[in-house]
């Protein structure tokens, strides 16, 4: 069974930073790619940053510049680091990978992390 776990939401703010994080345990062959969502009430999740297994990366334009995606494979984590934070990026932070097990390729979610801007 593998879950996926994050950490580092709060209450920043604006103007400020946080540093999120998603750590993968379980029984895990391999983790290809990684990403983050992000839901605010009443909208749909929306993406915001993937990362490959070979370490492409892909942004969705409102972060680039503010935000950095980065993974380490030793530890099956990623992370988020954001600056230059603004009231919009306040959501809910979900995490998602795809991974291997004993039983096959799959993807899975997180359970999400609060991130609130404001001051």
């Known amino acids: 069974q593998v879950q996926l776990v994050e950490s580092g939401g709060g209450l920043v703010q604006p103007g400020g930073s946080l540093r999120l994080s998603c750590a993968a345990s379980g029984s895990i062959f391999s983790i290809n790619a990684m990403a983050w969502y992000r839901q605010v009430p009443g909208k749909e999740r929306e993406f915001v940053a993937g990362?490959?297994?070979?370490?492409?990366?892909i942004y969705t334009d409102s972060v680039k510049g503010r935000f950095t995606i980065s993974r380490d494979n030793a530890q099956n984590t990623m992370y988020l680091q954001m600056n230059s934070l603004k009231p919009e990026d306040t959501a809910v932070y979900y995490c998602?990978?795809?991974?291997?097990?004993?039983?096959?390729?799959?993807?899975?979610w997180g359970q999400g992390t609060h991130v609130t801007v404001s001051s």
């Open positions: 998602n990978a795809g991974i291997t097990t004993p039983r096959g390729y799959d993807t899975y």
């Open positions: 990362i490959g297994s070979g370490g492409s990366i």
